[in-house]
């Protein structure tokens, strides 16, 4: 079946330490979408690649880092920087940039700060 | 700023009622609207699609879009127990030449059985 694997679907993480978290999809498509969300806020976009090979900040992306190599592939990297990053975490994709589509969010990861 | 407004609830509604959520936009250039439903501890999934002033519907679940007046809205007829989640609302709103979707922060339904 097609989908979104996000892993792992529980992180923790210690101060001063850079932890990745996976994305991978099988639908074919070329954007993809990365979304922080917190108790009683909307979900906020960190960073997106409409296409292999570009990726363009969002509006929280201080203390993040992604690459997008492969179509199938957009790793997000949250770094010492980023202060408070215990929230969860929303990997999303749709067949184009084209706000027309929706999303296919992936099942998430949980990061805590320990 | 470009928003999308929720009331973030609860709404309670018994089984077998219809529960009416509602969502404002502030772009009156956004042309498509879309409704997830995210389950506790869970990701969001989407729902429902709307592009045209009107009414859409699947199933137990009608889209509502007024352009007009800036709103969108979403019926649940016959309100299962299983029904019971957040619904986020959300829209592409213009920002710096892009279209990016922004998302409401959700109302929380509980259908009481």
């Known amino acids: 079946d097609g989908g979104i694997t996000q892993s792992p679907k529980y992180l923790f993480r210690k101060e001063g330490q850079n932890v990745t978290l996976s994305c991978e999809q099988n639908l074919n498509h070329d954007a993809m979408y990365w979304y922080r969300q917190d108790p009683g806020q909307g979900l906020r976009l960190i960073y997106y690649?409409?296409?292999?090979?570009?990726?363009q900040k969002g509006d929280i992306a201080e203390g993040y880092s992604v690459s997008r190599e492969k179509k199938e592939s957009f790793p997000l990297t949250v770094t010492s920087a980023q202060k408070n990053p215990t929230a969860f975490y929303l990997c999303?994709?749709?067949?184009?940039?084209?706000?027309?589509?929706?999303?296919?969010f992936g099942s998430g990861t949980r990061l805590t700060v320990v | 700023q470009k928003e999308v407004e929720q009331n973030s609830g609860p709404l309670s509604v018994p089984e077998g009622a219809i529960a009416s959520l509602n969502c404002t936009y502030s772009d009156r250039g956004s042309q498509s609207f879309f409704w997830y439903r995210q389950y506790s501890g869970k990701s969001p999934e989407l729902i429902m699609f709307?592009?045209?002033?009107g009414d859409k519907e699947d199933g137990r679940f009608t889209a509502q879009l007024n352009k007009a007046s800036q709103y969108v809205s979403l019926l649940i007829r016959d309100s299962q127990p299983s029904d019971s989640a957040t619904y986020l609302c959300a829209a592409p709103l213009n920002s710096g030449g892009y279209q990016k979707v922004t998302f409401g922060i959700g109302t929380k339904l509980q259908v009481i059985p």
């Open positions: 690649s409409q296409i292999v090979n570009d990726f």
């Open positions: 709307i592009y045209s002033n």
């Open positions: 999303a994709s749709r067949p184009t940039a084209d706000p027309n589509y929706g999303y296919t």
